[in-house]
């Protein structure tokens, strides 16, 4: 398997290590970026633990060119503008959306046949731009979504109960980051829905509330700290390209193009997604309460609205 990723920042370079270490299915990994003397140092460093004796050997290429996505099997798009303290989240979705459209238009170039994973910010709306200036099929463009938002809830409530993190299921659906919901009925611990598990085993429920408002915050506390998130998201991308590349047909709250599902139509949103070899295969149905559908139907309408102002201010896009 071929793996690409664009943009050699903090995420990109994460990725790689994940897919170094996780994927013995990748036998080509090639970072790209517009500062290409850092992506080769950066495939360089990688190469040199070629050396030691866990190490597979991978063919590693750091390059500017986008010629070297030829027959890619996978692209991660990482490459944009972080935030700064003067910018609205508009004005970053102007700036990296056009980012994301040109690096995947020149993907497209040399990788037609490829899956499209985007991780630029705001993952969502690039994810949708990318799709109406692009060729890719919906099914082979997907963001990141919800899926660290997911597993930032998870180790919330592991943590909270003192159980393996893995051992609970739930996700964070909407869009990635602020704008998202938790939908209740489906959180579990064991087997056991929330509330009985807390129940059942003495202790305080959790109030749906705080825990969503705690997943919500939980980026903002790292980035306090070190500037940017990034092992993360690199670890969602890894468990992404897992699904991919071994056709596992796994659920995933990944960013997909939403085609007529709970009466919401061409918006990007992160539901319940069966991926596998052919990509975001499909979105499962799911009891949502009428407040959650109401919420999600919320959240596609403020989508819109921002990818309306994007395109206004771009017409290009």
Request: proline share 3%; net charge neutral.
């Amino acid at each position: 398997m071929k793996i690409v990723v664009v943009g050699a920042g903090a995420v990109g370079v994460s990725t790689c290590h994940y897919v170094l270490a996780r994927h013995s299915e990748c036998n080509e990994l090639v970072l790209i970026d517009k500062d290409a003397g850092k992506a080769e140092g950066e495939m360089l460093d990688f190469g040199h633990v070629q050396s030691l004796t866990f190490s597979r050997n991978v063919k590693l290429i750091g390059s500017g060119e986008y010629k070297h996505c030829a027959n890619a099997d996978v692209v991660v798009i990482t490459a944009g503008a972080q935030l700064k303290p003067e910018q609205s989240r508009l004005d970053l979705a102007e700036v990296n959306c056009q980012i994301a459209v040109s690096v995947a238009q020149q993907v497209e170039a040399y990788a037609p046949n490829a899956i499209l994973l985007v991780v630029t910010n705001p993952c969502d709306i690039a994810t949708y731009f990318i799709l109406r200036n692009t060729t890719y099929p919906p099914e082979r463009v997907m963001s990141t979504g919800c899926i660290i938002d997911s597993a930032r809830l998870r180790k919330l409530v592991g943590s909270k109960t003192g159980v393996d993190p893995k051992n609970v299921n739930g996700y964070i659906l909407g869009e990635h980051g602020s704008n998202c919901i938790l939908p209740w009925h489906v959180l579990s611990v064991d087997g056991q829905h929330i509330d009985e598990f807390c129940k059942c085993n003495g202790m305080a429920p959790f109030n749906k509330d705080s825990l969503l408002a705690d997943v919500k915050k939980a980026a903002f506390d790292i980035i306090f700290r070190k500037g940017n998130t990034a092992h993360g998201i690199a670890a969602s991308i890894s468990r992404i390209i897992q699904a991919i590349s071994v056709d596992e047909n796994t659920v995933l709250p990944v960013g997909t193009l939403v085609r007529g599902q709970y009466g919401i139509s061409d918006i990007v949103l992160s539901l319940p997604t069966v991926v596998g070899r052919r990509g975001a295969i499909r979105i499962l149905s799911h009891p949502f309460s009428e407040s959650e559908l109401s919420q999600l139907r919320h959240i596609a309408n403020t989508l819109y609205n921002c990818i309306m102002d994007v395109a206004a201010a771009n017409t290009e896009l």
